[in-house]
């Protein structure tokens, strides 16, 4: 009798953890694609920032026509960054560099998204006058980039 109790228990347990375990594992399933969502899309801005340092550099040559491209495209990605961290991921063990205060603050933290966009235009735009124009908006995209990073990214 008490043996088969212990038997029952056991059952029973390993029904509940079995219930449990699974719920657990969606949500962090969920988490880390979110994450990963999110920091494809910093990586693909990334990507088209590249060669516009490289460029700032003298690494590469200087090349107006895709400095104005690749403008372009972080113009059309920057308002994309409020939806991808739309999903509060603060409590989770997925390693992230983004700062729970996003969450706190997703008014301010579009506003600098948008300030993004706006200066990505207007570096798109420069690209007509000549390389210090184009430059000096570059470094005002820069100053867009790091304003964010500064509040809500962790610092190395
Ligand atoms: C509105 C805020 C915000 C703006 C604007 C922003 N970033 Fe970020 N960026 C972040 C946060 C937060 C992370 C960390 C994400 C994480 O680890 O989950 C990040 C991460 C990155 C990463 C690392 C991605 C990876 O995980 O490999 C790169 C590259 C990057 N940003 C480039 C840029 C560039 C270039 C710009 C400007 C053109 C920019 N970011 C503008 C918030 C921002």
């Keep these: 009798m008490f043996r088969r109790s212990i038997v029952l228990l056991s059952i029973a347990a390993s029904a509940a953890s079995a219930a449990f375990v699974p719920a657990i ?14 920091q494809g ?4 801005v990334g990507f088209y920032m590249g060669p516009i340092v490289g460029m700032a550099r003298e690494q590469i040559p200087y090349d107006a026509d895709r400095i104005k491209a690749n403008a372009e495209r972080i113009a059309e990605l ?4 409020p939806d991808v961290f ?17 969450w706190d603050n997703s008014a301010d933290f579009a506003d600098k998204a948008a300030t993004v966009a706006a200066r990505a235009a207007d570096l798109a735009a420069a690209t007509a006058n000549g390389k210090g124009a184009t430059m000096q908006a570059f470094g005002a995209m820069g100053g867009a980039c790091k304003a ?3 509040d ?4 190395e």
């Design 41 to 44: 899309l910093l990586k693909v």
């Design 152 to 155: 809500y990214r962790q610092q």
């Design 86 to 102: 739309r999903s509060d991921t603060r409590g989770s063990d997925v390693p992230t560099e983004a700062l729970d205060k996003i």
């Design 148 to 150: 964010c990073h500064d």
């Design 25 to 38: 594992a969606v949500a962090d399933e969920h988490i880390q694609r979110a994450v990963e969502t999110r």
């Design 78 to 81: 920057a308002p994309m960054i």
